[in-house]
């Protein structure tokens, strides 16, 4: 980089594995990159890493969040739904015509 050593949380670009990190730090002369969306740390070289550019960074987040979106979390079985009943009691409600609606969900007009 041209600019010195890029900071702590500064986003990059590493040639040597064609890959976008975050810098999380340094180790001995390497820094320590981790992708966008989190994972492993890796080694780079301080000297050919490169900023990214708002085009590249805006990309990037991009296909980050496009990712997560096509992965699926396993939330286990959905809860089985209860039969409606008519024993449920309805609350009462203005509807648009500004009528009441009763417990019983029958419309009572009024004046």
């Known amino acids: 980089m041209t600019d010195g050593p890029p900071a702590v949380g500064d986003t990059v670009h590493d040639p040597a594995r064609d890959r976008?990190?975050?810098?999380?730090?340094?180790?001995?002369p390497y820094l320590q990159l981790r992708p966008l969306g989190g994972g492993q740390e890796w080694d780079a070289n301080p000297d050919q890493v490169r900023p990214l550019t708002p085009t590249e960074l805006l990309s990037a987040r991009v296909s980050e969040a496009?990712?997560?979106?096509?992965?699926?979390?396993?939330l286990g079985p959905l809860p089985e739904r209860?039969?409606?009943?008519?024993?449920?009691?309805?609350?009462t409600a203005v509807g648009d015509s500004g009528d009441l609606v009763d417990e019983g969900g029958c419309i009572e007009q009024h004046d």
């Open 66 to 74: 496009n990712t997560r979106s096509r992965t699926t979390l396993d």
């Open 82 to 91: 209860q039969p409606w009943s008519p024993s449920v009691q309805l609350r």
């Open 20 to 28: 976008v990190g975050v810098v999380m730090g340094g180790v001995g």
